[in-house]
Nanobody
Framework: VQLQASGGGSVQAGGSLRLSCATS????????MGWFRQAPGKEREFVAA????????YYADSVKGRFTISRDNAKNTVYLQMNSLKPEDTAVYYC???????????????????WGQGTQVTVSS
């Protein structure tokens, strides 16, 4: 499984960005894709996830109402629409996929087996 993330950049606070993550390789029906982020000196944290078959979505409290995760089945691509960006959203954003996952662990980085290379998001005040 390969993941390719793109769409990062620099914006001012209040702006928007859309991240994309294209996947290729072997996939399974009951898998999930997630977005995580890591700021300098901090641990990697959960941002959002979607179950591919059911479309169920999950968000970190810090981004709920501002970020939207979605998927395009035909393109095997997941998106993260980020609105009302804040300086504290600045981080490297990673997409990841889990071939088997349960809801109780969907927010844990350890649940994801494959990771993209990361894309930088910088929000200035």
């Amino acid at each position: 499984v390969q993941l390719q993330a793109s769409g990062g950049g620099s914006v001012q606070a209040g702006g928007s960005l859309r991240l994309s993550c294209a996947t290729s390789g072997r996939t399974f029906s009951n898998y999930a894709m997630g977005w995580f982020r890591q700021a300098p000196g901090k641990e990697r944290e959960f941002v959002a996830a979607v179950r591919w078959s059911a479309g169920s979505t999950y968000y970190a409290d810090s981004v709920k109402g501002r970020f939207t995760i979605s998927r395009d089945n035909a393109k095997n691509t997941v998106y993260l629409q980020m609105n009302s960006l804040k300086p504290e959203d600045t981080a490297v954003y990673y997409c990841a996929t889990a071939l088997r996952i349960i809801t109780s662990t969907i927010r844990l980085p350890s649940s994801y087996a494959y990771w993209g290379q990361g894309t930088q998001v910088t929000v200035s005040s």
